[in-house]
T-cell receptor, first 112, second 114 residues
């Protein structure tokens, strides 16, 4: 069974540009989560989808971040426009029963 | 506030030795699950071990075991007979029963030396 996949693995962009991160959860998992780890800090929750609906988006930093989950399958996280402080590793996770969350390898975002 | 503190940013031990990673957490709630996650270099984060807060018995998974002290809000991880493949970043974390977001610590980078 394929695990959680994320694309791209690494993205380097200029401040002010737009970047879109993609996450493909494990097939059949209704719950999808986004987390972010800024260098030297804790991994922080961003938001949680149940199927295509946003269940909790309390961790989203500001309105420059937009997450979508098309048809309850894959999810995208768009940052527009990107700022320096957005640099970090963005993790996606999926789960069936919420207690056991399976994580993807992460996307390392560098904003110059 | 819900927080996790891992006081050891980095550790190194010789292969076959036993190592203990420290973790303390803070929450005012009584019902939660605790986790240790492992992220090897350039690889996915995986769950190592899970502990239910209402269970007094410490969880074990092969060479991995925890020392859970609920009153002290302490949740340390012991790795016995350490192997080169244990080299990774280890994250202590918890999730409240009523919630869906995992609260993580900053991580401990563990190096197993040959």
């Amino acid at each position: 069974e394929a695990g959680v996949t994320q694309f791209p693995s690494h993205s380097v962009i200029e401040k002010g540009q737009t970047v879109t991160l993609r996450c493909d959860p494990i097939s059949g998992h209704d719950n999808l989560y986004w987390y972010r780890r800024v260098m030297g800090k804790e991994i922080k929750f961003l938001l949680h989808f149940v199927k295509e609906s946003k269940q909790d988006e309390s961790g989203m930093p500001n309105n420059r971040f937009l997450a979508e989950r098309t048809g309850g399958t894959y999810s995208t996280l768009k940052v527009q426009p990107a700022e320096l402080e957005d640099s970090g590793v963005y993790f996606c996770a999926s789960s069936q029963d919420r207690l056991v969350q399976y994580f993807g390898p992460g996307t390392r975002l560098t904003v110059l | 506030a819900q927080t996790v503190t891992q006081s050891q940013p980095e550790m190194s031990v010789q292969e076959a030795e036993t190592v203990t990673l420290s973790c303390t957490y803070d929450t005012s709630e009584s019902n939660y699950y605790l986790f240790w996650y492992k992220q090897p270099p350039s690889r996915q984060m995986i769950l190592v071990i899970r502990q239910e807060a209402y269970k007094q018995q410490n969880a074990t998974e092969n060479r991995f075991s925890v020392n859970f002290q609920k009153a002290a809000k302490s949740f340390s991880l012991k790795i016995s007979d350490s192997q080169l493949g244990d080299t990774a970043m280890y994250f202590c974390a918890f999730i409240l029963y009523r919630d869906d977001k995992i609260i993580f610590g900053k991580g401990t980078r563990l190096h197993i030396l040959p």
